[in-house]
């Protein structure tokens, strides 16, 4: 009998209630606020078959030792519940915004859910039904972290190959060789998931990292954000055939900063007069040399780490030289400056004609 797998993921949580938790990463985990109570309804799980067996709930938890989860679960062949007042979907009473938390407590203590305390890999043995409900629940301070919310209608891939008498469902033996089903089951899902984990569009951090080593581009360390170093793996192999031009150079600051850069070099310095009074280093460059004026703001560690990054795309012995510009004042036509008027920090101004400048005035 093939496994079924049901994932909580996106469009489950969206259609889910939830007070306490927010969603991240477009959906793909929960994070638990600072609220005492974090609470989570989800619409059932329909296995399409009456009298189904539940496998196993898991999720990966990431919590504080102050905080304790509970997770109810209940199965049953019908969606609806009716009272004096008429008929209810179970769906809409669990994830309604006017039913309070104790009565949705109470509908599914009616459907004889089973609740778990502490636990995030639990064993759905006792349940039966073709609607799955599912309810957690997170007491205590401080933060935390729900992902990978997954339903196995299976649960375990052994008890089919034991003779019938061994077949007791929810016994001791059907338990303990679910110890070992789930370890199957996660490293089947794990090699299932190997395609998706490999493409550069989704590939975690640490893959896109050996995808830069394999192309010969270090993109370690802090300074990159995860899209960049993404965008660096997607455009690796037409990086490495520019090397050493200006416009391999030009493309990585588009990457790291996001903005334009000037790259002075010695045969264009001159252009640049206003670069030539701005940093003396730039008037002694010699043919090696490659000024780089951005105006970015960056910290020495992260002066050093871009340095790092593009010197793995310049002739060997090229020096780089990153200049950092600092904003100019300019006052445009006309413009009035009134009594004490101070212009605090250096910089490099410029005054259009018929400029009036009132008594008093400071510039610094």
Same mark, same amino acid.
């Given at each position: ?5 049901? =994932?909580i993921?996106?469009n489950r949580?969206r259609?889910?209630?939830m007070?306490? /938790?927010?969603?991240?990463?477009d ?7 600072k609220e005492t109570a974090? #609470?989570l309804?989800?619409?059932? /799980?329909d296995?399409?078959d009456a009298?189904?067996?539940?496998? #196993?709930?898991?999720?990966d938890a ?6 304790t ?9 019908l969606?609806?519940v ?5 008929t209810y979907?179970?769906?809409d ?7 309070r938390? /104790?009565?949705?407590?109470?509908l599914l203590?009616?459907?004889s859910a089973? #609740?778990?305390?502490?636990k995030?890999d639990i ?9 799955l409900?599912i309810a ?5 301070d ?8 997954r ?8 008890m089919?190959?034991?003779p019938?008498?061994?077949r007791?469902?929810n ?5 303990f060789?679910?110890?070992? =089903?789930s370890?199957y ?10 395609p998706?984990?490999?493409?550069i569009d989704?590939?975690?951090k640490?893959v ?6 394999w ?5 370690s360390?802090?300074?990159?954000s995860?899209?960049?170093?993404r965008r660096f793996v ?5 990086l490495n055939r ?7 150079l030009m493309r990585?600051?588009d990457i790291?900063l996001g ?10 310095i001159?252009?640049y007069p ?6 003396? #280093?730039?008037?002694? =460059?010699?043919i ?8 970015k703001s960056?910290s020495?560690r ?9 010197r793995?795309?310049?002739p ?5 030289h ?8 300019v006052?445009d036509?006309?413009i ?5 008027a101070?212009l605090g920090?250096?910089?490099?101004g410029?005054?259009?004609?018929n ?7 400071i510039?610094?």
């Amino acid at each position: 009998m093939p496994a079924k797998h049901y =994932s909580i993921k996106k469009n489950r949580l969206r259609a889910a209630y939830m007070t306490g /938790i927010e969603p991240v990463d477009d959906y793909a985990g929960l994070k638990l606020t600072k609220e005492t109570a974090r #609470r989570l309804y989800l619409k059932a /799980i329909d296995s399409a078959d009456a009298g189904s067996q539940w496998g #196993r709930l898991s999720f990966d938890a990431s919590l504080t030792e102050n905080m304790t989860i509970y997770v109810y679960a209940a199965a049953t062949d019908l969606d609806t519940v009716y009272d004096e007042n008429g008929t209810y979907r179970i769906d809409d009473l669990l994830c309604s915004d006017t039913v309070r938390d /104790i009565q949705k407590k109470e509908l599914l203590t009616g459907l004889s859910a089973e #609740r778990f305390v502490g636990k995030s890999d639990i064993l759905l043995y006792g349940l039966t039904g073709q609607y799955l409900y599912i309810a957690i629940d997170v007491i205590g301070d401080g933060e935390g972290y729900l992902s990978n919310l997954r339903v196995d209608a299976r649960g375990d891939q052994f008890m089919d190959t034991l003779p019938e008498v061994f077949r007791e469902r929810n016994g001791f033996l059907h338990r303990f060789l679910s110890v070992f =089903s789930s370890i199957y089951n996660d490293f089947d899902r794990q090699i299932d998931e190997l395609p998706d984990i490999l493409e550069i569009d989704n590939a975690p951090k640490e893959v896109l990292l050996e995808y830069g080593r394999w192309m010969g581009i270090d993109l370690s360390g802090d300074f990159l954000s995860e899209e960049a170093i993404r965008r660096f793996v997607r455009e690796g192999y037409r990086l490495n055939r520019m090397k050493g031009t200006r416009e391999c150079l030009m493309r990585i600051f588009d990457i790291v900063l996001g903005e334009p850069v000037i790259i002075l070099e010695q045969n264009t310095i001159r252009a640049y007069p206003e670069a030539l009074e701005a940093d003396p #280093r730039i008037r002694s =460059s010699s043919i090696y040399d490659v000024n780089i004026l951005i105006k970015k703001s960056l910290s020495d560690r992260d002066r050093h780490q871009l340095l790092h990054l593009l010197r793995q795309f310049v002739p060997v012995r090229t020096r780089l030289h990153l200049i950092q510009l600092k904003d100019s004042g300019v006052l445009d036509t006309d413009i009035y400056m009134d009594m004490n008027a101070v212009l605090g920090e250096e910089a490099y101004g410029i005054f259009d004609d018929n400029m009036e400048l009132d008594d008093d005035v400071i510039m610094e």
